[in-house]
C-alpha cells in the first residue's frame, strides 16, 4: 500500500505536465554531476559516453546535442587528439548549429598535429 | 528513500501551478534563437562546489525543449583555455562576442543566490534559488525567469508526539548528512524551461505534433 501510494504521485507527475524526452541521455547528466563531485569519475563519464553512443549508433538513433563533443573533449584531455577530431566531427555532422565551434576545434586540432610532425621531422 | 518519495510528492504539488504573471515573450520569438550557449553559473552562496553541479543539471530539459544546446563541459574547457575560469568573469564578458566565438544565437546566464540547509530544531529546510536570463547574440535580453524551490521533511502526524519526534529528528538527520539540492535543482529546471507559465518556447527541434 504504502509503496502504490509512492508511486501514484510519480504517475500522475509524468501523465500531468512533463513534457516527454526528445532524446535518450545515457545517463549523461548524473555521470557528469558525478565528475564535478569527484573528478577521478569523469573517466566513468567518459566509458557511459562511449557505452551510450556506440548503442545509439547501432540502432540508428540520433545522439543527443552535445554528446558526442562531450566525449571528444574528454579524450581531448586524456590526450587522443584523433579521437577528439573524430568525435568533434560527428558532432558537426549530426548537429549543424555546432558547426562553427566544432570546425574551429577540429581546425585547431589538427595545427597542433601538423606542426608536432613537422617539429618530429 | 523517503526523501525522494518526499521530494517527488513535493514535485507534483509545486509542479503544475500555474503562476499569475505571463511574461511578454515576442522579443523571444522576434529572435527565434535554435542554439543556446550555457556558460559557467555565478555564485552568490557560500557552497563551491554549487556552480558546476547546477551546470551539470541545465543542458537537458533545455534540449529536450527543443534547441541545440552548446556541450557544457566542452564550454567550460574552451573558456578555460582562454583564461576565464569564473562565472562572475564570463558573465562580464560582452554576449555578442561570447556568442560569436562559439557561433550561438542566444546565451543563458545563470546565477545561484541561495544553495543551503538551513538547521531549526528537529526540521531542516533545505533551499535553492536561481536567476535565469536568455540573451541574444545581438545583446538583447530576450527572457528571464526566478525560481526558489525549497525542501522541508514532512513529519507524519499520524503517531504520539514522541513517535513523531523521532521520525523528526531521523529526517533532520538524514537530510543534514546528504541535503537534497540537486532534485531541487532539477525541479527548478523542469519548472522554468518546461512546464512553468514563463517557460521558454518550444525550440526547433520539438516536433509540433508533440507541442503543449
Redo the contacts between chains.
Sequence with gaps: MVRFLLILPIVVALGGCVTPSLYQWGGYEEALYAGYKDPTKMEALRLKLEAHIAEMEKSAQKVAPGLYAELGTLYLQAGSSDKAISMYSRERDTWPESKGLMTAMIQNLERRQQARAEAAK | MKIV?SA??L??LT??VAQPVKQDMSAFHATAP??ILVVPTINKSLDV?AP??V???L??PI????????????TK??LEQEGFYEGERIHQMATPDLAKL????AVLYVSINRWDAQYAFITTVVTVEFDYRLVSKDGAEIWKESKRMQYQPQNNNSGSPIAMLVVAVVNAAVTRAAPNY?PLTRQAN?EVF??GVNAIPDGP??PAS?K?
Design positions: 518519495s517527488l510528492i514535485a507534483v509542479g503544475c535554435r542554439s562546489d558546476n553541479y551546470l551539470a543539471a543542458p537537458v534540449a529536450n525543449k527543443g534547441y541545440y544546446v552548446f556541450p557544457v563541459n566542452t574547457y574552451v562559439f557561433g550561438a544565437d540537486m523542469q518546461i512546464s527541434y520539438r508533440s503543449q
